[in-house]
């Protein structure tokens, strides 16, 4: 379904959510409605980036990302009311980010989601932030559990069974940097512009991937985990043994760069793919769901579709504004929770590190990012 599609018409008498979405550099707001019969619809999506604050920098400023939220939350709000054509009055519930995330950020936006629970007695719905990547294809696709999620974003790098909502597997994560992470840092070294997937992802249609041999991480091992910390390393001497870089070096680099992620991610998600069938038996329903904001990435997202096809798994992709970070989704997986009756009190914490799959051992690496 399109996101125009979406943005339709919200009856009041369904379940209006507020979301609020605050976790790193995008300062979102939305309003979802939920029906009864468990569709939903996107009355309003208001999103607003802070790259131009951090692109001196390469990367997020924590600090300067919890100002920019606090300067711009309360106006974001306002205009997702607005555009959705709703007032505090009419809201079911609110829900906020309540981790993980960078801590400043996340609190900025619980804090507001508190004092407008509390202002307007409407429940409070703490969010993760990887749930509600996780639970996206609910709302686009009306897609239910249980599927095989491969989250990848500039935070996470994780394969997840997702059982049903409030219920995951997590069968593999990354010993170091999250793939967006390892995109964004490529296209620092190379000069390129800050996010650096697209950046990436444009240099790489014009080189050429067989150009140079960099390592395929992880490639042939049991457990579906991930490491790119190595591959952008030899990322970074390559450019620098090559010095100075033609613009075609530039698009070699990228290119390569972007095929050795290809062939990890898609020999990982072959593993996880079998581990899948093996946990919940061969009549459980096979679907491979791609979000996260690498998941815009059109090479990684064809090579996918046609493993995917080979493995007899359908696939599962939410357009890409809803793949990036956004406050729908948070409204949508506040909206799953209530439904359940699910709340929070006003003393919920944030977290910095909130893990999916608590249960889930440790992977084995240096710096490991559960
Ligand atoms: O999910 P997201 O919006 O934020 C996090 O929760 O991290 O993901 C942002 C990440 C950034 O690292 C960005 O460089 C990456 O997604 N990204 C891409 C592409 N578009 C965004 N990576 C590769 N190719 C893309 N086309
Ligand atoms: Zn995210």
């Not at 920019?68 to 607005?82: C, P, R, S, T």
């Not at 599927?147 to 049903?164: C, E, K, M």
């Not at 899948?276 to 064809?302: C, F, H, M, W």
Request: aromatic letters at 6%; charged letters at 20%.
């Amino acid at each position: 379904m399109s996101i125009s599609a979406e943005l339709g018409h919200c009856m009041s008498n369904n379940t209006l959510i507020l979301g609020i979405e605050t976790s790193c550099d995008e300062t979102a707001a939305a309003v979802v409605s939920r029906h009864a019969d468990g569709t939903g619809r996107i009355c309003s999506n208001v999103v607003r980036a802070q790259w131009e604050a951090h692109k001196a920098y390469g990367g997020v400023v924590p600090e300067i990302a919890a100002r920019a939220h606090i300067e711009v939350l309360d106006d974001v709000i306002k205009l997702a009311l607005e555009d959705a054509g709703f007032g505090f009055p009419e809201l079911n519930g609110v829900a906020a980010t309540a981790g993980p995330g960078l801590i400043g950020g996340v609190l900025v936006g619980l804090t507001t989601a508190k004092a407008i629970a509390l202002v307007h007695n409407i429940p409070l719905v703490g969010v993760n932030h990887l749930e509600a990547h996780a639970l996206t294809v609910g709302l686009t696709d009306g897609l239910a559990p249980p599927y095989l999620l491969l989250l990848v974003s500039g935070g996470h790098t994780q394969l997840l069974i997702v059982r049903d909502v409030g219920e995951y597997v997590r069968l593999g994560t990354t010993v170091d940097d999250a793939l967006g992470e390892a995109f964004d840092k490529t296209a620092k070294l190379l000069g390129l512009g800050y996010p650096g997937g697209p950046e990436v992802e444009r240099w790489a249609e014009r080189g050429d991937a067989g150009q140079f041999a960099f390592p395929r991480p992880m490639k042939g091992r049991a457990e579906p985990h991930f490491s790119f910390a190595g591959l952008k390393t030899a990322v970074r001497q390559t450019a620098e043994r090559i010095a100075p870089l033609a613009e075609s070096d530039v698009a070699d680099l990228c290119a390569s760069f972007q095929q050795a992620v290809v062939e990890t991610i898609v020999d990982r998600v072959r593993v996880a793919m079998t581990l899948y069938g093996e946990k919940l038996g061969s009549d459980a329903p096979r679907t491979l769901v791609v979000a996260g904001g690498v998941a815009a990435n059109q090479a990684i997202g064809g090579r996918l579709r046609a493993i995917a096809s080979s493995h007899g798994f359908a696939i599962c992709v939410p357009p890409p504004a809803l793949c990036t970070d956004n406050a729908a989704m948070i409204a949508w997986a506040g909206a799953e929770r209530l439904a359940r009756g699910w709340t929070d009190g006003l003393d919920l914490a944030a977290r910095a590190r909130w893990p999916l799959d608590p249960d889930a051992p440790p992977a084995i690496g240096a710096g490991v990012k559960a």
